[in-house]
């Protein structure tokens, strides 16, 4: 027995190799495993498998793509076509026009990135001294060191301090918190940033009027909001991107995980013309940040196709038709006693499970049942299926957490 060479993301170091499933094939919303056992994925793996796995066009985009040239940077003076072509395509459906794309290959990345061009385009403008980004609790924003610092989730920064400087952490749906700490400290902020729906930390949406109210004291205080939609964007909530569904419009969005489907990593920003404006305002400065893979071609060639399976499969009206009826079944086991609360954004949610039952212990359980969750905490399992889940597969997964929970 043997830890083997993989050092595990989020997993135990001392866990053995052979504790965990290997996943070998996928097809639809299913992925089967080595010792072919097939199971629904009830959380589109990692949030991202929005058009769910095995779609031929993807593999052939991809594969088209390698053999003209798989990878090549885009630092100056370089550039390709299937970045320029995503970079167009995702501008015009950003909720701001004139928008323009920067590229990264993650959402930790692009979260990184998010904070530094608020920050230059803050010096850009005549305001260097506006280098606060204010976060709020139970965040989830990645784990390299901006996103960590900004961070909501006190387990997931233990031990990996001193953090990045000028991140500040407020309650999270308080917004007369906000409110205060704008009024004394506005003049330093460069920007809020926030998930339109706060996904890793457990699915919490956010609290009527909570995204407008920050909107307005952006607006108050000159300065940037950035929607974290990592999760959010590309159909999870029946539109393009959040900002869409919540009818409040930032100034940056993240994006990653279902912009690809994760076929291949990418993510990236997008920005309104006020940053851009910024940045754009001396044709001899120089951004000097960027990614080896920032533009990677392959990359950008799966989010096209990706995108077409989006647009072309109507999979924006799928999102409001499953998460009703995923999450109608969950109420029902509610109103059974075997859940504390379900909460949900169209296609997102989580349930809280009743006292007694232990959230990582159910999720074996629905394992062993065929079906795949995540226990983010001892409580909780969060739910996120492809958008092309069947009625019927999600019948199995409503039934399976009750057999679960009964059992």
């Not at 998460?323 to 296609?347: C, H, K, N, P, T």
């Not at 159910?362 to 069947?390: F, K, M, S, Y």
Request: glycine residues 8%; negative net charge.
């Amino acid at each position: 027995m043997t830890t083997g060479a993989f050092l595990h993301p989020y997993a135990k170091p001392t866990r053995l190799q052979t504790d965990f499933i290997r996943v070998v094939r996928g097809t639809g919303s299913t992925v089967t495993d080595s010792a072919g056992k097939t199971y629904i994925d009830a959380m589109a793996s990692l949030w991202y498998a929005n058009v769910g796995y095995g779609q031929p066009s993807i593999a052939d985009a991809v594969a088209n793509q390698m053999h003209s040239i798989a990878a090549y940077h885009c630092f100056e003076p370089f550039s390709n076509e299937p970045a320029e072509a995503v970079c167009e395509r995702l501008a015009q459906h950003a909720p701001f026009a004139n928008a323009r794309v920067f590229l990264t290959s993650s959402g930790s990345e692009a979260v990184d990135s998010a904070m530094k061009l608020a920050r230059i385009a803050q010096v850009r403008r005549g305001h260097p001294e506006r280098t606060v980004i204010v976060t709020r609790g139970r965040a989830y924003h990645g784990v390299t060191y901006g996103g960590l610092s900004a961070q909501g989730l006190p387990a997931n920064q233990e031990g990996f301090g001193p953090f990045v400087e000028g991140v500040v952490n407020l309650p999270p749906d308080d917004i007369e918190a906000m409110a205060l700490f704008m009024a004394e400290h506005g003049h330093t902020v460069a920007a809020i940033m926030t998930e339109p729906v706060q996904g890793a930390g457990g699915v919490f949406p956010p609290t009527p009027d909570y995204l407008a109210g920050l909107r307005r004291l952006a607006d108050q205080h000159d300065t940037l909001l950035i929607f974290d939609e990592v999760i959010c964007a590309f159909g999870r909530l029946g539109h393009w991107f959040g900002a869409e569904h919540f009818q409040v419009t930032p100034d940056l969005i993240t994006f990653a995980k279902a912009v690809t489907s994760g076929y291949i990593p990418l993510g990236g920003v997008i920005a309104n013309r006020r940053v851009c404006d910024a940045l754009e305002s001396d044709p001899n400065w120089m951004l000097r940040h960027g990614h080896t893979y920032s533009g990677h071609p392959t990359a950008c060639a799966a989010a096209l196709a990706n995108l077409d399976i989006i647009e072309h499969q109507n999979l924006f009206a799928r999102a409001p038709q499953l998460g009703d009826r995923i999450f109608d079944g969950f109420e029902s086991l509610q109103r059974d006693g075997l859940l504390r609360e379900v909460r949900r954004e169209v296609a997102v949610g989580a349930t809280v499970l009743a006292e007694g039952r232990d959230a990582f212990a159910t999720r074996d359980a629905l394992l062993h049942a065929g079906v795949i969750t995540r226990a983010v905490n001892p409580e909780t399992l969060t739910w996120c299926p492809p958008l092309v889940i069947t009625d019927k597969e999600i019948d199995t997964v409503v039934d399976a957490l009750s057999v679960a929970l009964r059992s």
